[in-house]
T-cell receptor
Framework: GAVVSQHPSRVICKSGTSVKIECRSL??????MFWYRQFPKQSLMLMAT?????????EQGVEKDKFLINHASLTLSTLTVTSAHPEDSSFYIC??????????????FGSGTRLTVV | RKEVEQDPGPFNVPEGATVAFNCTYS??????FFWYRQDCRKEPKLLMS???SGNEDGRFTAQLNRASQYISLLIRDSKLSDSATYLC???????????FGTGTRLQVTL
């Protein structure tokens, strides 16, 4: 149980284009999902908290107009990297928690999306 | 000071060894604590939650000391397959926002 599916797993795009990443909770409903970014040899950094039916909450320093988040249903959140640049190349990971399992169960992560902007 | 601090390692140990990782956190209001394992270029996977009473899962034992704001993970009888980066993760707030340590790299050798 508590499976989170993330697509695509890998994407290479040209500078200036936009890329959409999907995150789905397959066997539970997630009112909240989290988007992280991880640069090589660094820790996961929370970018934003995605809330179903309302606006996402962005961490300090993360541009909301560049990283568009949509959480239109209880099982799907999307992150769109707009006008991507090489410095946006990173590993993007989403996560969610099945609250029915209790707050100490931990979060399940998607398999991540490795974005390379050329 | 980082919110969650870990020794990055690497820890190079032979098979069968016992190895311990430590982690400190700065936010005393933190409410949930976890150890995650991350293999190279993969997503983190939950290893275990951490409780004040301590908890054990097979060869893995985790401990939380709230007074010292300190979390530990002990791995006994290390296997080659234990080689990975171990992330100390702390949850804070009603939405349990997670903060990750930079991870401790473990390499188990023959």
């Amino acid at each position: 149980g508590a499976v989170v599916s993330q697509h695509p797993s890998r994407v290479i795009c040209k500078s200036g284009t936009s890329v959409k990443i999907e995150c789905r909770s397959l066997d539970f409903q997630a009112t909240t999902m989290f988007w992280y970014r991880q640069f090589p040899k660094q820790s996961l950094m929370l970018m934003a908290t995605s809330n179903e039916g309302s606006k996402a909450t962005y961490e300090q320093g993360v541009e909301k107009d560049k990283f568009l988040i949509n959480h239109a249903s209880l099982t799907l959140s999307t992150l769109t990297v707009t006008s991507a640049h090489p410095e946006d190349s990173s590993f993007y990971i989403c996560s969610a928690r099945d609250l029915d399992r209790g707050t100490n169960y931990g979060y399940t992560f998607g398999s991540g999306t490795r974005l390379t902007v050329v | 000071r980082k919110e969650v601090e870990q020794d990055p390692g690497p820890f190079n140990v032979p098979e069968g060894a016992t190895v311990a990782f430590n982690c400190t956190y700065s936010n005393s209001a933190s409410q949930s604590f976890f150890w995650y394992r991350q293999d190279c270029r993969k997503e983190p996977k939950l290893l275990m939650s951490v409780y004040s009473s301590g908890n054990e899962d097979g060869r893995f034992t985790a401990q939380l000391n709230r007074a010292s704001q300190y979390i530990s993970l002990l791995i006994r009888d290390s296997k080659l397959s234990d080689s990975a980066t171990y992330l100390c993760v702390v949850g804070t707030g009603t939405a349990s926002k997670l903060t990750f340590g930079t991870g401790t790299r473990l390499q188990v050798t023959l």
